[in-house]
């Protein structure tokens, strides 16, 4: 089972994919965005051209496959902190009307190559916003702070979701035990009909 968590900055999902980790003694695959843009030789929060930003991008997703194909090599538990869906909305968050074409083809394949990727995805969990007073977080990240930024970032994410072919959890606002508990529950519930189809089979033969 690899769980690929995703959802808005500040919504809590690094923690909450960390504890799941941890409590479950099982591999945690974190973010490589920031090592993305230090290979690029920019931070996340500089003023970046768009078409440099898509260069990190796409080696953010190129980490990240490395990452999830090292994690299903092992047939183990694994859980991610982010997915490619994270990656094509904030992508298209920074796509503006007057893009030269071919940046926008440019992007639409990036955006296409990440929605492709989570479509073969079996877990993903969408961790909603939970409120918090995102300018308190003192991280540096672009936007921290920006209420609307974040709003917007969840409702792409949310209706790539809903366009995708991927099965996915929402992981509803509450504290980290009520979190980790509604990822507990989807795990377990996940595992007893992985038990009860594997005995239908052992039945029929």
Same mark, same amino acid.
């Given at each position: 089972?690899?769980?690929?968590?995703?959802?808005?900055?500040?919504?809590?999902?690094?923690?909450?994919?960390?504890?799941?980790?941890?409590?479950?003694?099982?591999? *945690?695959?974190?973010?490589?965005?920031?090592?993305?843009?230090?290979?690029?030789?920019?931070?996340?929060?500089?003023?970046?051209? *768009?078409?440099?930003?898509?260069?990190?991008?796409?080696?953010?997703?190129?980490?990240?496959?490395?990452?999830?194909?090292?994690?299903?090599?092992?047939?183990?538990?694994?859980?991610?902190?982010?997915?490619?869906?994270? *990656?094509?909305?904030?992508?298209?968050? #920074?796509?503006?009307?007057?893009?030269?074409?071919?940046?926008?083809?440019?992007?639409?394949?990036?955006?296409?190559?990440?929605?492709?990727?989570?479509?073969?995805?079996?877990?993903?969990?969408?961790?909603?916003?939970?409120?918090?007073?995102?300018?308190?977080?003192?991280?540096?990240?672009?936007?921290?702070?920006?209420?609307?930024?974040?709003?917007?970032?969840?409702?792409?994410? *949310?209706?790539?979701?809903?366009?995708?072919?991927?099965?996915?959890?929402?992981?509803?606002?509450?504290?980290?035990?009520?979190?980790? #508990?509604?990822?507990?529950?989807?795990?377990? #519930?996940?595992?007893?009909?992985?038990?009860?189809?594997?005995?239908?089979?052992?039945?029929?033969?």
């Amino acid at each position: 089972m690899i769980l690929c968590f995703t959802g808005t900055h500040g919504s809590g999902k690094t923690t909450l994919a960390q504890e799941i980790a941890k409590r479950s003694q099982c591999a *945690f695959y974190p973010s490589l965005a920031s090592k993305a843009h230090e290979m690029a030789g920019v931070k996340a929060s500089d003023d970046i051209p *768009f078409a440099k930003r898509l260069d990190v991008q796409e080696t953010i997703l190129k980490l990240w496959s490395l990452q999830y194909a090292d994690a299903v090599s092992r047939g183990q538990v694994a859980v991610f902190d982010r997915c490619p869906l994270d *990656f094509a909305a904030y992508t298209l968050a #920074d796509v503006t009307r007057g893009l030269p074409h071919d940046l926008a083809v440019r992007a639409e394949n990036y955006i296409k190559r990440c929605v492709g990727v989570v479509n073969e995805l079996d877990h993903v969990l969408l961790v909603l916003p939970h409120g918090a007073n995102l300018g308190n977080r003192g991280d540096g990240k672009p936007d921290a702070a920006n209420k609307a930024y974040e709003g917007h970032i969840h409702y792409l994410l *949310f209706g790539m979701l809903m366009d995708s072919d991927a099965p996915f959890e929402v992981i509803e606002p509450g504290s980290i035990e009520e979190r980790v #508990d509604q990822v507990c529950e989807y795990m377990n #519930d996940v595992w007893n009909e992985s038990a009860d189809e594997t005995e239908r089979v052992r039945r029929r033969l």
